[in-house]
Nanobody
Framework: QVQLVESGGGLVQTGGSLTLSCAASGRSFSDFSMAWFRQAPGREREFVAT????????DYADSVKGRFTISRDNTKDTAYLQMNSLKPEDTAVYYC???????????WGQGTQVTVSS
């Protein structure tokens, strides 16, 4: 089992920045790829960004490329999502997910709200 706790959400104006954190506990953090997803009201949950266990590989949704940066610190069992140049359409609940590449098990956090005002 892996427990994930997101933090760092809040209200920000258009063009502002926020950094989300996802703190993990339980199984070895460095065995898991980490990803961020988001879900806006009335919409399906969508992929935002992912990072490999070693942090060597990252990938982003086209809608956030160049504005968001995913990172991780395996010594702190924490993943991050740095969000810059925020837009109202970035408003959503943001979730982190841990995925084990061999067992295919995955775990989700409870989410953190990000609201971008225009």
């Amino acid at each position: 089992q892996v427990q994930l706790v997101e933090s760092g959400g809040g209200l920000v104006q258009t063009g502002g920045s926020l950094t989300l954190s996802c703190a993990a506990s339980g199984r070895s953090f460095s065995d898991f790829s980490m990803a961020w997803f988001r879900q806006a009201p009335g919409r399906e949950r969508e992929f935002v960004a992912t990072i490999s266990p070693s942090a060597k590989t990252t990938d982003y949704a086209d809608s956030v490329k160049g504005r968001f940066t995913i990172s991780r610190d395996n010594t702190k069992d924490t993943a991050y999502l740095q969000m810059n140049s925020l837009k109202p359409e970035d408003t959503a609940v943001y979730y982190c997910r841990a995925g084990h590449l061999e067992t295919l098990s995955s775990y989700w956090g409870q989410g953190t709200q990000v609201t971008v005002s225009s």
